[in-house]
């Protein structure tokens, strides 16, 4: 019995989503290093700061606490630049969710189509929510993007589901201020002009 049945069309941006989910959720290691790091050269380069180096230090440790995901963006241009070359779109998916697993269709009605072998809700490693998209992730090199959008008001039963079938928890990624501001200009651009 189907219990959700949902379509995703990839576009840039949830490409770039799903990079930044895979990095939080499987770069931890990274994350620390890279954040120890930059506290290191930010305090060595402001004791010394009246130095050349100690200002190149600074910013250097300024540069690795803001450019967190530089890697998982250069990963998402990549594909994004390989998918505009091939000429044949952005991909899209046919998510069918029931008791036993996730059937999988990509290019759903489409001359290419291809179903894939169900995943069973035991094999989900790692689960994740931002503004837009949940995210579940049977391999830490990738994973299946679900628009909040299609689940509408089942979006609070859908995670419930997904939780208890999986035994997994939803990990959710805070926004910054400057990702919450760049999200409300791209929602007030594509609303329809009022006259």
């Given at each position: 019995?189907d219990?959700y049945?949902?379509?995703?069309?990839?576009?840039?941006?949830?490409?770039?989503?799903?990079?930044?989910?895979?990095?939080?959720?499987?770069?931890?290691?990274?994350?620390?290093?890279r954040?120890?790091?930059?506290?290191?050269?930010?305090?060595?380069?402001?004791?010394?700061?009246?130095?050349?180096?100690?200002i190149?230090?600074?910013?250097?440790?300024?540069?690795?606490?803001?450019?967190?995901?530089?890697?998982?963006?250069?990963?998402?241009?990549?594909?994004?630049?390989?998918?505009?070359?091939?000429?044949?779109?952005?991909?899209?998916?046919?998510?069918?969710?029931?008791?036993?697993?996730?059937?999988?269709?990509?290019?759903?009605?489409?001359?290419?189509?291809?179903?894939?072998?169900?995943?069973?809700?035991?094999?989900?490693?790692?689960?994740?929510?931002?503004?837009?998209?949940?995210?579940?992730?049977?391999?830490?090199?990738?994973?299946?993007?679900?628009?909040?959008?299609?689940?509408?008001?089942?979006?609070?039963?859908?995670?419930?589901?997904?939780?208890?079938?999986?035994?997994?928890?939803?990990?959710?990624?805070?926004?910054?201020?400057?990702?919450?501001?760049?999200?409300?200009?791209?929602?007030?651009?594509?609303?329809?002009?009022?006259?």
């Amino acid at each position: 019995m189907d219990r959700y049945d949902i379509t995703m069309e990839h576009n840039e941006d949830s490409l770039i989503a799903l990079s930044h989910m895979q990095y939080d959720l499987f770069c931890t290691r990274n994350f620390i290093a890279r954040s120890l790091l930059s506290l290191v050269a930010i305090a060595v380069g402001a004791v010394y700061f009246s130095r050349f180096w100690g200002i190149a230090l600074v910013a250097y440790g300024a540069y690795l606490m803001t450019s967190t995901y530089s890697a998982s963006n250069h990963t998402a241009k990549k594909l994004t630049e390989a998918i505009k070359a091939s000429g044949k779109g952005f991909p899209s998916s046919r998510y069918r969710f029931t008791d036993k697993g996730i059937e999988i269709t990509f290019h759903p009605g489409k001359e290419d189509e291809e179903k894939l072998t169900p995943v069973g809700y035991g094999e989900i490693l790692k689960l994740g929510e931002d503004l837009n998209f949940l995210y579940l992730f049977p391999t830490p090199n990738g994973g299946y993007c679900i628009p909040k959008t299609k689940l509408g008001e089942k979006q609070k039963d859908f995670v419930k589901f997904v939780e208890w079938k999986t035994g997994k928890k939803f990990y959710r990624r805070r926004p910054s201020p400057l990702q919450r501001i760049r999200d409300w200009l791209r929602e007030r651009n594509s609303e329809p002009e009022h006259l």
